[in-house]
């Protein structure tokens, strides 16, 4: 069965400090691969996906990520982090052709001012 | 507002009693997910819907869960005789499949929190 671990339970980081967010999948072939955020108070909403095509992708906020196969990874990074990207991420991955994302524990980012 | 939207955000009850949840989707979109949240964890998947047809139930759901989606819009989530195991967040989401099956974004509502006492 498909899973996602994500390394990283919380994060605390400093305004301006580089984030980079561990996510490892376990499917060996063809992945659909997503980072979900969640700011307090609000619903799910999706940063970025990946599909095929460029390995690195860009998402909203200036949040990116790059998936590489070889080591079944698909972090996210953002240069400048701001207080306002406290919140938990999450990373998935699509399951088969149903639609169905199996989600990482989610990591909670913690934005010192 | 023209997200998915869920009823009861909140809902408290004693061990042993019925809740049931509502979601609304986006209109257009054909396929419902339910998940459930626990604290420090990510989402599970329970169970979903394309149209009225539901297709896969996580083995999670036990039977005293069960879902309807009866006209292929809104969905209903049913927990009989709770257990404060089941106290969580239970979140829907909502997506537009295309004709060759390829999945869209999920586009998540803001949960139903219960607690059971």
């Known amino acids: 069965a498909q899973s996602v671990s994500q390394h990283n339970h919380h994060v605390i980081l400093s305004e301006a400090a580089s984030l980079e967010l561990g996510c490892n999948y376990s499917?060996?072939?063809?992945?659909?691969l997503f980072w979900y955020v969640q700011y307090p108070g609000q619903h799910l909403q999706l940063l970025l996906k990946?599909?095929?095509?460029?390995?690195l992708v860009k998402g909203i906020k200036g949040f990116e990520a790059e998936f590489i196969k070889s080591k079944f990874s698909f972090n996210l990074r953002k240069p400048s982090v701001q207080w306002s990207d406290t919140a938990e991420y999450f990373c998935?991955?699509?399951?088969?052709?149903?639609?169905?994302?199996?989600f990482g524990q989610g990591t909670t980012l913690q934005v010192k001012p | 507002d023209t997200g998915v939207s869920q009823d009861p955000r909140h809902k408290i009850t004693k061990r042993g009693q019925n809740v049931t949840f509502r979601c609304d989707p986006i209109?257009?979109?054909?396929?419902l997910y339910w998940y459930r949240q626990t604290l420090g964890q990510g989402p599970e998947f329970l169970t979903y819907?394309?149209?009225?047809?539901?297709?896969?139930k996580s083995r999670l759901l036990s039977n005293r869960f069960s879902a309807e989606r009866p006209k292929g819009s809104f969905s209903t989530l049913e927990i009989q005789r709770t257990e404060q195991g089941d106290s969580a967040m239970y979140l829907c989401?909502?997506?537009?499949?295309?004709?060759?099956?390829?999945?869209?974004?999920?586009?998540f509502g803001e949960g139903s929190r219960l607690t059971v006492l």
């Open positions: 989401a909502s997506s537009l499949a295309s004709t060759s099956g390829r999945t869209g974004e999920l586009f």
């Open positions: 499917y060996g072939g063809t992945v659909n």
């Open positions: 990946y599909f095929s095509g460029d390995p």
């Open positions: 998935a991955v699509l399951s088969g052709n149903t639609g169905k994302l199996i």
């Open positions: 209109s257009e979109h054909n396929r």
């Open positions: 819907f394309q149209n009225e047809a539901q297709l896969e």
